[in-house]
């Protein structure tokens, strides 16, 4: 049948399943949705809050990608109306320890609005959530803020984890934003701002492009990107007393005992005053060790919910792309539409002055491959990856653009392209990401998907190898 | 039409037309209505409007497909030959295109559609069908081999289910699937209640309004499947809507069964959404709603004993006259005021009858009341405005059947979540619809004295279970927004900001709708200094953040073009129809240029104004030509004129802002032709 779409609907929708869940007080309900179908939830009775996050009476909300958990403290009844791949309630929850942590961090947030507003007193908690991966930091995470918002708080959230689906932006990203608004119940932590209007107010984030899966990669530029965001969020805070008496809520990379530098390190910059430590024991001790010395820091061990899952690479890899997708093409609610652009980057068309330069970088993969490749290179291009030789950024030489940046995302760099150095490109936050959709090196010129309509700005661009390249249509 | 000096062009025509239907976002009867009766008197332009209709339906995004679809079956059925011809030519790709693209929901209710096309327009005296047979058959083909090749999959569905759930679970959803699609009415008519009259005039004379009746049963052959089914709770509606006016008491009479119960609130349920997707920040249709999916929740998942099924037939006998007192009538004081009016009715009646402790009033009542209390005897079914329902309503309290705070005592439903469900809470929450929800208990929050509070940050302070932390959770904020979940604190402050809260959503709302015709995109992050100075406190414009992120990064955006150069350029239409384009005043063509900001065509010294380009000089010329004040009542006049009868329409504020933005449109428009004539002369 040549109808697109039709037949696989079709079939999802005839074996659709409406039915109601009654949920007892303290009780969870899980669910799973994979990508081509979808579930709507409509809570008709009681409360109930996905990650934190209270759900209205009545509104339907819909999943599409996600495996997410509802949860009541004084039980509910919901409507549910689609088909998930699977769903069960359970009663095992560690949500009371959670909300434990919680109501000890406002305490610690209702002392320091009490103290004046200059005082180190003033200070609200800054938390650092660590476990290996898969424990449910990033749920925690999604918990305490939305607990902190319902509460009137203005909590600033710090996600430092660059192998996941980002928060607010890309995945491969380190991103922080204050959040004094309710969050998005089926988009996670919401949007960033659009030229739409949108129900749930837009979080503004500060956005740097680590692009690499793993701290481990580039640990240098890591930290550097660590220390910079560290002193964004603490200038924000010293100005905003409401975010400074809330504090700090931060997301970290898997981590385990392997990484305790990494730990004192992110401690350091954001001067953390208390780590939760989720699903790993081993982790919570060498944590609680090293920090046995520093008063300033208490560590806490939690317990990881019963119904975290293991999500397969591909699972993960297509909520990766979803985020991707909806950076550009947004969502249900609000469709956006980016726009096709070409880049000019030859450089005799440059010289004219009127056309942008292009100076498109690179992240250098700090593990085996970048090193030995530049035994590899041109002889001009050796001197230069010797010359950079530290760097953790390298230029892009136009003859050597082509189309392995063909189907991945690079970010615009808030540098100018002009007179950006390493260091400049290394550490400078992003700007937005544009999707190399086509690169012809004949004519050199590139073909781009750019969020904003008009001309892409005369920026320095920035390649990664994470996320990897993916087709956008 | 009284303008009829200088007939309008069919393309000029169409442009208005399309610029109409860009409006056209929800399924509502009088916005597919008004456009009905544009098509009719303008037959002259048939051809040329059938098209914008079809481009319209293949272009629009698919939650507008449907309201646009309704329109073609609207004006086939209403004003027949030669737009029947017209649309006829391309039905099966048209159907076919927007069947494709639109959810399920949607897609039954296009094949509940193409059904009526099969028939003969009821009412007409020719007995062959809308369409002709080839042309509904070659869909049908197409709908088939979809099915057949959806059961395929559902099978194989089917047979994993079965080893998941065990047998028979498959029939019961399909069965369960089935019910709601078969009792839904004729899609064109949804919004219109049995009985009343349709919100324009007559103006055609009774063609128009015959075929025009609400809700023509499907005067269906025995052999086709849906039919027999279709009419049975389509029968039970029009007996309790006809006999809740009329007072007999035959039906309750009976202990109802939950079955009938069921049929009865569909239809209800289904105006109650007609009537919020029209008036989304209505709360109180959003509670009645809500209430009344609910009960339907309960009447399906429980057994209830007779006496409460009568009582819950009782309440509904109440509501179906509230839901189905027509939302206009002539001369009513301000819009605003009827909503109010017509939920006191509600409140009253529904108090007046659930009072527990009084007697039971029989249905009839509803007509004896007014007739106790000296009133005009009011037809409830067809002609209760809401000014005489206020009136009912004072009389009452005057008369001492109702005190007037007795519309208080029950909290609404929600307050109480950990209460078991059951039936009597929610009736209660119906009889709540209409009251400003009150939030019980204390602000226990600011109570909580956070020093003395037993938690510590060690691991083994946090895994003692404290159940008293869920209300600090919830109450240190208990006043919360119902749309969005954000909390506000039950002081006179708290309640000032929620005020402006709802006020905001409404604003997005609108804005919303509006964005959905232009293409919207993602705004670049801002860079660090930015990020450090923002505060989210004015956060209740979104697009603060957005214009702020637009304005301090890069002035190349296009959305900071707009702001400021929009009075130079318009980017040229995606349209190839409208490439061609010229000013409506001076009838010369745009330069066309490509703009080096925006890397796009643009037509210079071009400003767009209500879906028209004009030049810069000359929309200015225009709109200086009349002074500001005397410009809306004329336009007015004007857009009455043009659009022959303009019916009033008050219950919808967000449709009476759009029509204001009509006016505007048809106004230079109509002057345009005034002037281009004296020019001739």
Redesign the interface.
Known sequence: MALPGLDLTDSIDTATTSFTRELKPHHEFRFEVSPPSSTTIRLTAGTAELFGTELSKGLPYTFTCAKPAIYTWTGCTLAVDGAPASEYASDETPMSTYLNLHIALEKQRVAAADCPPTTDGAQGPRILLIGPADVGKTTLCKILTGYAIRQGRKPMVVNLDCGGEGVLSLPGTLSAASFGSVMDVEDGFGSSPMSAPSAIPVKLPLVYYYGLETPEAGVRRYKKLVTRMGVAVNSRLEEDIEAKNTGLIIDAPPLDQTNSDLISYIVAEFSITAIAVLGSERLYNTTSKAFAATPSVSVVKLPSSSGVVDREPSFKRACRDAAIKRYFFGDAKCTLSPYTVSIDFDPANSAGGAAAVLALWEVVDSGADARTNTSFLPIGEDELALQHGEDEVRRVEVTDIGNRFENTVLAVLQVDAKDAGAKDVGESAVMGFVYVQEVDDKTKRMKVLSPVPGRVPPKALLAGKWPEGMFLT | MSFNEEVPSPEELAEDYRSSLEDLSVNSRWEITNLTVIAKENIHAAQAISKVIEEHIQKT?PLRKLPALYLLDSIAKNVGTPYTLFFGRNLYRTF?DA??LV??PV?RKLEEMLQTWKQPVPGSTSSNPLFPAETTRKIDN?LI???T???Q??Q???KQ?NARFGLGQ?SA??N??AGPYRSTPTPPMLANGQGQPGPYGPPQGDQLANRGTPQPPPPAPPSQDPAPIQSLPHTNYQQLAAHLGLGGANLLGKVPTTDALLNDIRPLISTTQTRFAENPWDIEV?KR??AL??LQ?ILS?QQLPSDQLSQIKDQLSRIAISVHVPPTIPNLPPASSAPVAQGTNLAALLNQFSKPQGPPIPARASNTLPAMLNLPTIPLNSGTGPAPAKNLFESLISAGLLKPGSSTPQPP??SK??TP?NAELLLSGLMGAQLPSIIQGTSS?SNVN??T?D?????A??????PH??S???D??PN????????F?NTEQGRKEKAAHLDW?FR??Q??SD?AKH??????????ED???????E??S??T??G???RT??Q????T?QESNSQNYVPVPNDPTMSNITCPVCKEKFATVLHP????WVLMDAIKSGGRIYHASCFAEISKETPPTSAAAAAATVAAISRGSTPEHNSNTISKGKRKADVRITYPHVRRKTRAKAKAH
């Open positions: 995004s076919m069947y494709s959810e399920s897609r197409a081999k979809a099915r090749a959806a059961v999959q559902q194989k569905q089917m289910d498959p959803a399909a369960a699937n959003q709603l809500k999916l609910d929740t998942t439903a929600a979540p950990s469900l929050g956070w020093e509070l938690v510590e940050l060690n691991s302070s946090l895994k003692i279970t404290r932390f869920v600090i959770l919830n240190s904020l919360k927004c119902g749309s969005c979940a954000r909390r604190t959503h997005v709302h804005r919303i964005s293409a919207q995109f993602r705004s670049w992050y801002v860079g660090e990020w450090i100075k923002f505060r989210e406190d956060e209740y979104s697009a953040a957005a702020q992120t637009a990064s890069d190349n955006t296009v959305s073009a900001d925006t890397e796009d």
